[in-house]
DNA sequence: TCAACGATAGTCCGAAATGGAATAGCTACT
DNA sequence: AGTAGCTATTCCATTTCGGACTATCGTTGA
């Protein structure tokens, strides 16, 4: 009612997708846009609240104090609009697809790569995504992506994937800072840190008997996505799932130091309503789901061997 | 993520409007936009979620299953963008403005119409209202309309109209059913109501002594707007507090048969938060608010009177 | 110091969406 | 029938949007 101007949906999606991935390039490929298109509809978004919504640095982009409030309610915006999209579908199936909510971060790393196999494999089974979906509206879903320790009352939760977590870092970063040749080393290094999960470093402290653990500088955001992002751009020394950062691995974007890592209680879990009984169709997409989760980590056992040790 | 298109905002809002006012053209005219203009959007959002959102009548809109989901939604996202960009001024005023929520049929029929008057006399004096806010957003008004008895915790409540409740009906209608000369008449009419206040009616009976009264028909309506609309097309009897119809009595759309009508215990009310000292610049607003009302209900006291005898 | 790289911002242009005016069609009521 | 009050549709001018391309700036590394 205060504003005779409204911004654009796609101006919100891309607000809510620089938040997440950080750089105007990473979210217009996500969005499937151009660069210039999404710094366009920044620049008009910026232009309708009056005030830059994101600091522009060399690395990409991250928010201001207002960029923040306005990404908070955008977000909040599109979950409207997509739990709108999720319940009509709903209402109008005779045969009710399978609502499953997944975590930005495991639907870009793991599970968007995946999924259209199992499509393949089950053109009969209908699976609807949500990702933005406020709580609430998650309560709503038939399988929930949920990360913690795996103790959910109402919900039976299945390990997913995420127990190993391994510390990265950008092969630059750790030759300018002298290199790692021991464990206390990492003292000398700047560490990111996810804003939802603040254990991990004194957890990783403690598992590797790291004593009295300082790090020379704390950077926190609120995605793995940018966490990752950070730290292949050499910001720092992070502590990340290893199923997440095959890739990067595997093309040396990221070393993992001494092998150095732990198996953390907070992790990944695909959870179910515990009152609900399974359907045919949700069974088959769990199973395949846990199924392809262990694939996906094979060196799992071995390092919870070595780490039990 | 699942629909790879997104309803443009305006649509969004012409939803909300077709919602509230129950008529293209009157939406249209709300939207300062023309009736084509939201006649094509609404095809639009309704091509884009697949089904259509509103029955037509010849009467107007009134919205089908699908449409009170998407409804609902297209609301709170529409509420997340006010709040973004009423959080936002906030945030980079140096002297914050008075933040006011009016539920929409307050804005409608007495706010935005006195509203200019106010600004006028104080300039000085920054308002910022807010129409979809949600609940906890409403929270951070400092000033907000409510509708009930009077009662609520922690709020200051002072009365601010629609006390005096009337039964109304359109002319055609009443003529139709063959007039109403008594009391009992009424007892051959639909009804109309409203969603939120469905006691109206029983509390009518028992003011009047009309006994074991059972309406012919029931229509429900989610806004008073809709009811007030509904009435003056002639689809029934309503109770409406006087103040929100005062045009239509005048111009003869709506009659108010035998002067029938109560004193009702829930009406609107201007609540301010107890604990927060009024600033001086709210303190200026509520008192013109409440002479405002106070001066557009001028035969309050007399009816007041006549209803208690 | 210079070149390469990767980041955002800006310009140009064709395509698509939008909104307004006018028109056509429908239904209910007199 | 005829009218009033709706909505839907068509035509058209205007605006917006998105992509390709270019400019520019900062960081990195030789």
């Given at each position: ?8 949906t ?25 660069q ?10 910026e232009?309708?609240?009056g005030a ?6 060399s690395?990409?982009l ?14 909040i915006?599109l979950g ?6 999720v319940r ?22 793991w ?7 199992f ?15 406020a ?9 929930v992506?949920?990360f913690?320790d795996?103790?959910?009352?109402g919900?039976?939760?299945d ?11 950008a ?25 939802q999960?603040p254990?991990r ?24 996505s ?21 890739d ?7 070393i ?12 990944y ?8 009984p ?8 769990r ?5 392809e989760a262990?694939q ?14």
């Amino acid at each position: 009612m205060s504003s005779t101007h409204l911004p654009s949906t796609v101006g919100l999606r891309v607000v809510a997708a620089l938040a997440q991935y950080g750089t105007v390039s990473s979210a217009a490929d996500a969005l499937h846009l151009t660069q210039s298109a999404v710094s366009k509809q920044l620049k008009n978004i910026e232009a309708l609240v009056g005030a830059p919504l994101f600091d522009r640095t060399s690395q990409g982009l991250s928010p201001t104090d207002v960029g923040m409030i306005y990404i908070e309610q955008a977000r909040i915006a599109l979950g409207a609009l997509e739990t709108a999209a999720v319940r009509v579908a709903a209402l109008r199936r005779s045969q009710p697809a399978i609502r499953l909510h997944v975590l930005p971060i495991l639907g870009d790393r793991w599970f968007m790569p995946r999924f259209s196999r199992f499509a393949e494999l089950h053109p009969e089974i209908e699976v609807e995504f949500t990702t933005f979906a406020a709580s609430d509206t998650v309560e709503e879903a038939d399988a929930v992506f949920r990360f913690g320790d795996g103790n959910w009352p109402g919900w039976r939760a299945d390990y997913f994937l995420g127990r190993e977590v391994i510390l990265i870092g950008a092969p630059q970063l750790i030759a300018r800072g002298g290199g790692i040749s021991s464990l206390d080393d990492i003292r000398h290094y700047p560490v990111l840190e996810h804003r939802q999960t603040p254990l991990r470093w004194s957890d990783f402290a403690q598992a590797t008997h790291l004593n009295e653990f300082v790090p020379a500088r704390i950077n926190r955001f609120g995605y793995y996505s940018l966490v990752i992002r950070a730290a292949i751009g050499g910001q720092g020394l992070a502590l990340v799932p290893r199923s997440l950062i095959h890739d990067e691995l595997a093309s040396g974007q990221l070393i993992n130091p001494l092998g150095l890592g732990f198996t953390s209680p907070n992790c990944y879990w695909l959870t179910t309503p515990a009152n609900r009984p399974l359907g045919a169709g949700l069974a088959t997409l769990r199973e395949w789901l846990l199924q392809e989760a262990r694939q996906s980590e094979p060196m799992e056992v071995a390092l919870l061997q070595e780490t039990a040790s």
